[in-house]
């Protein structure tokens, strides 16, 4: 059988070709050779894509297409003798750019391109990481990057950590271990029968109401503190909650702070929730999800004093740590409380469920096979620096602050609130005879279709706000000017 290789990176004429074994064998399947050609377009391929999309201002973000369409793009594509080069083209023409500096969505890391290399490495090593015979470096490399994670927290050395599959299952695991610590039975080998219950603002992001669920503590587990004029937990009605939940005959584990919340980026107050933690007895757990990242910021560490304070915290590196997903710290103040989540026999995988076991990291997470996460976020390290995450951060948060006063001093625009993070909601307000919602909601979705810039939509106190999460450190002022202007055009047009 033939392939066609492609003889220059920018023209896919394929006009030189090459006889190679049958694609059909097993023998092809793991052909260096082969290997060596396809990856060097695709890396190409890839550097073509960012340069473009970095340089060219009139590249698309997005090339919207309807759901329905897009399934029979690819099913044609399937029934068709595409070449996988012309595959891999496609997935990029039909795929969101996070590279584009008008990127402005939902929050997904723009990845630092070494980060990507690492993922090319690790996905064909493929080690399992749980077991520590099929992941030696990736563990003790683990290892590292979770220490000085712990460290920047300002934990001491009785802390340590994993990395685990997403902010979703770290916060579950950390509700897991916290139900394992202050649950008044043994609730692992018996179950629960007392109600259990944890408090969190309700600007919480919707994952811990499911980590609450699956724990089984059902809608009144689940109790959801209000928030105050900056959308952070209202410390002022803390005491009335959870007393009104004692009452009710409910056993409270834990108390979750929000470092920042997902729809506005306000930061809690850790300080304040570390003293009701200490009063109560109460697991404290502090979901930075995405803004715990500025543990690596001099200028923005403020936003989470005391989080020193919390039993157990939850970093993104795929949300502000530039890595790709999914790669998510989890940390403990007390290592014990980690190696007590998930205490069981699981004797034929480690010699003794009593040896903590740093570098068996199975043992820990939820996860028995795990990706080779940490050598995406060392591979950042290693190449830029420990500061690179700082000027990453600093860099956004401040982009966001600018757009909030380019924002506040247009008339035509409406700004919900100051933000803390890189979060900035706002909306169209000269709207005449219509739906200040819906008439924003109608901006957005033309602009998506445009192409032009990539931005979301949120709820905030029933009012529809257009929301950017500015997630490209690339991004410049005139871009977020550009985008003002964009949907002051679109306006125009559609009222
Ligand atoms: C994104 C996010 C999560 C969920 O994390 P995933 O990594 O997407 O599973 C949880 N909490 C907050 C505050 C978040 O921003």
Same mark, same amino acid.
């Given at each position: 059988?033939?392939?066609?290789?492609?003889?220059?990176?920018?023209?896919?004429?394929?006009?030189?070709?090459?006889?190679?074994?049958?694609?059909?064998?097993?023998?092809?399947?793991?052909?260096?050779?082969?290997?060596?050609?396809?990856?060097?377009?695709?890396?190409?391929? *890839?550097?073509?894509?960012?340069?473009?999309?970095?340089?060219?201002?009139?590249?698309?973000?997005?090339?919207?297409?309807?759901?329905?369409?897009? *399934?029979?793009?690819?099913?044609?594509?399937?029934?068709?003798?595409?070449?996988?080069?012309?595959?891999?083209?496609?997935?990029?023409?039909?795929?969101?750019?996070?590279?584009?500096? /008008?990127?402005?969505?939902?929050?997904?890391?723009?990845?630092?391109?070494?980060?990507?290399?690492?993922?090319?490495?690790?996905?064909?090593?493929?080690?399992?990481?749980?077991?520590?015979?099929?992941?030696?470096?990736?563990?003790?490399?683990?290892?590292?990057?979770?220490?000085?994670?712990?460290?920047?927290?300002?934990?001491?050395?009785?802390?340590?950590?994993?990395?685990?599959?997403?902010?979703?299952?770290?916060?579950?695991?950390?509700?897991?271990?916290?139900?394992?610590?202050?649950?008044?039975?043994?609730?692992?080998?018996?179950?629960?029968?007392?109600?259990?219950?944890? *408090?969190?603002?309700?600007?919480?992001?919707?994952?811990?109401?499911?980590?609450?669920?699956?724990?089984?503590?059902?809608?009144?587990?689940?109790? /959801?503190?209000?928030?105050?004029?900056?959308?952070?937990?209202?410390?002022?009605?803390?005491?009335?909650?959870?007393?009104?939940?004692?009452?009710?005959?409910?056993?409270?584990?834990?108390?979750?702070?929000?470092?920042?919340?997902?729809?506005?980026?306000?930061?809690?107050?850790?300080?304040?929730?570390?003293?009701?933690?200490?009063?109560?007895?109460?697991?404290?757990?502090?979901?930075?999800?995405?803004?715990?990242?500025?543990?690596?910021?001099?200028?923005?560490?403020?936003?989470?004093?005391?989080?020193?304070?919390?039993?157990?915290?939850?970093?993104?590196?795929?949300?502000?740590?530039?890595?790709?997903?999914?790669?998510?710290? *989890?940390?403990? /103040?007390?290592?014990?409380?980690?190696?007590?989540?998930?205490?069981?026999?699981?004797?034929?995988?480690?010699?003794?469920?009593?040896?903590?076991?740093?570098?068996?990291?199975?043992?820990?997470?939820?996860?028995?096979?795990?990706?080779?996460?940490?050598?995406?976020?060392?591979?950042?390290?290693?190449?830029?620096?420990?500061?690179?995450?700082?000027?990453?951060?600093?860099?956004?948060?401040?982009?966001?602050?600018?757009?909030?006063?380019?924002?506040?001093?247009?008339?035509?625009?409406?700004?919900?609130?100051?933000?803390?993070?890189?979060?900035?909601?706002?909306?169209?307000?000269?709207?005449?005879?219509?739906?200040?919602?819906?008439?924003?909601?109608?901006?957005?979705?033309?602009?998506?279709?445009?192409?032009?810039?990539?931005?979301?939509?949120?709820?905030?106190?029933?009012?529809?706000?257009?929301?950017?999460?500015?997630?490209?450190?690339?991004?410049?002022?005139?871009?977020?000017?550009?985008?003002?202007?964009?949907?002051?055009?679109?306006?125009?047009?559609?009222?």
């Amino acid at each position: 059988m033939l392939i066609h290789l492609v003889d220059s990176h920018h023209n896919f004429s394929y006009s030189m070709q090459k006889t190679i074994p049958d694609l059909g064998t097993l023998e092809s399947v793991y052909d260096p050779s082969n290997f060596r050609n396809i990856g060097h377009e695709i890396i190409d391929l *890839l550097a073509d894509h960012i340069e473009k999309v970095q340089t060219d201002s009139e590249e698309p973000v997005l090339i919207y297409r309807e759901p329905k369409d897009e *399934l029979l793009f690819w099913k044609q594509d399937f029934s068709s003798d595409s070449e996988i080069l012309d595959v891999f083209d496609n997935i990029l023409k039909h795929s969101i750019s996070m590279h584009h500096p /008008k990127y402005m969505g939902h929050q997904v890391a723009v990845p630092a391109l070494i980060s990507g290399l690492a993922g090319l490495l690790s996905d064909v090593l493929n080690n399992g990481t749980g077991v520590y015979e099929v992941g030696m470096a990736s563990n003790a490399i683990e290892r590292i990057v979770t220490d000085l994670v712990a460290k920047r927290i300002g934990y001491n050395s009785e802390a340590s950590g994993f990395l685990t599959s997403g902010g979703t299952l770290a916060n579950l695991t950390a509700l897991l271990a916290a139900r394992k610590a202050k649950a008044p039975t043994a609730v692992w080998e018996e179950g629960h029968q007392e109600k259990l219950a944890v *408090l969190v603002s309700e600007e919480a992001h919707y994952c811990i109401d499911r980590a609450a669920r699956i724990l089984g503590f059902g809608n009144d587990g689940i109790i /959801k503190v209000p928030v105050d004029s900056e959308f952070k937990i209202n410390i002022e009605v803390l005491e009335e909650y959870y007393t009104t939940a004692k009452e009710k005959g409910f056993h409270v584990i834990a108390l979750i702070g929000c470092s920042c919340s997902t729809a506005t980026g306000s930061y809690d107050n850790l300080n304040h929730l570390a003293n009701f933690a200490e009063k109560y007895d109460l697991w404290f757990h502090v979901d930075g999800a995405h803004g715990g990242g500025v543990i690596f910021s001099k200028r923005n560490k403020h936003l989470v004093n005391g989080i020193e304070r919390a039993d157990s915290v939850v970093i993104d590196f795929h949300k502000m740590l530039m890595t790709p997903a999914l790669n998510t710290g *989890l940390i403990f /103040k007390k290592t014990e409380d980690a190696y007590q989540t998930f205490a069981q026999k699981a004797h034929y995988l480690w010699d003794s469920q009593d040896t903590r076991e740093w570098y068996n990291s199975g043992k820990r997470t939820f996860e028995c096979t795990k990706f080779m996460m940490s050598i995406k976020v060392y591979a950042i390290l290693k190449t830029h620096g420990e500061e690179i995450f700082e000027k990453h951060i600093d860099t956004l948060y401040n982009l966001a602050s600018i757009f909030s006063k380019v924002i506040d001093d247009n008339p035509n625009f409406e700004l919900a609130l100051r933000p803390e993070a890189n979060i900035v909601n706002f909306r169209y307000t000269k709207v005449k005879n219509k739906n200040v919602n819906s008439f924003n909601a109608d901006i957005r979705k033309n602009l998506i279709i445009s192409g032009k810039f990539y931005i979301v939509q949120t709820t905030i106190k029933k009012e529809l706000y257009l929301r950017t999460a500015i997630m490209n450190p690339l991004t410049k002022e005139e871009d977020l000017i550009s985008l003002l202007n964009e949907i002051e055009t679109i306006a125009e047009t559609i009222k």
